[in-house]
């Protein structure tokens, strides 16, 4: 079956710094990717679409100067959480879609706190 | 917008049991429905994908229906296990291939 990995599965930082979060597709080439976070005993809410090759699509609410998505290849998109605070602290999760296809293959999720 | 409840928010049961979480959602217009469980601190595990045109699918002791036009699906657990204990999330698949998730039901499986 398709699967995503996610890199890294947890990351501690300090306040004020950045972190990246790799979401990739291991077998199959994925045009559309999506970013989500969990808060603490709440569902998943979408963040954005990442379309390989193109600018991400950001949910209202969402900043994107905050979080930068780069989707650079058919395998693999990226987030930054530039200028960490600790209330971005969360459960981030990718999902990717192959090519005609609908179903969504869900990476195991990134868990990041912000001292 | 899509909107999807899930109901009970939470559940017990002894062991043994069989139980049915509830899933509705307002937009019929989806292209699928997929039943989720996370454990604590962990990631999404996929149980069930219904396809917008199908009316249920089973996987052993689960087996989830659809039923597209009055926004509801349904998760049936056949004799529960302690190992079933985890959060199941309900998530519908609509246009632009949006996923929007339910908000969950917590079981716990007693021994």
């Known amino acids: 079956g398709a699967v995503v990995s996610q890199h890294p599965s947890w990351v501690i930082c300090k306040s004020g710094t950045s972190v990246k979060i790799e979401c990739r597709s291991l077998?199959?080439?994925?045009?559309?990717m999506f970013w989500y976070r969990q808060f603490p005993k709440q569902s998943l809410m979408l963040m954005a679409t990442?379309?390989?090759?193109?600018?991400?699509?950001?949910e209202q609410g969402v900043e994107k100067d905050k979080f930068l998505i780069n989707h650079a290849s058919l395998t693999l998109s990226t987030l930054t959480v530039t200028s960490a605070h600790p209330e971005d602290s969360s459960f981030y999760i990718c999902?990717?879609?192959?090519?005609?296809?609908?179903?969504?293959?869900f990476g195991p999720g990134t868990r990041l706190t912000v001292t | 917008k899509q909107e999807v409840t899930q109901i009970p928010a939470a559940l017990s049961v002894p062991e043994g049991e069989n139980l049915v979480l509830n899933c509705s959602f307002t937009?019929?217009?989806?292209?699928?429905l997929q039943w989720f469980r996370q454990d604590p601190g962990k990631g999404l595990t996929s149980l069930l994908l219904?396809?917008?045109?199908?009316r249920e699918q089973t996987s052993g002791r689960l087996n989830a229906s659809l039923d597209k036009s009055s926004g509801r699906s349904t998760l049936y657990i056949a004799a529960s296990q302690p190992g079933d204990s985890a959060t199941y999330l309900c998530?519908?698949?609509?246009?632009?291939?949006?996923?929007?998730f339910g908000t969950g039901t917590k079981l716990q499986v007693i021994p």
């Open positions: 999902s990717a879609i192959p090519r005609e296809s609908y179903e969504q293959y």
């Open positions: 077998d199959f080439q994925a045009t559309t």
């Open positions: 990442s379309n390989e090759g193109s600018k991400a699509t950001y």
């Open positions: 937009d019929s217009a989806i292209y699928n």
């Open positions: 219904i396809q917008s045109s199908q």
């Open positions: 998530a519908v698949t609509g246009g632009y291939q949006k996923v929007t």
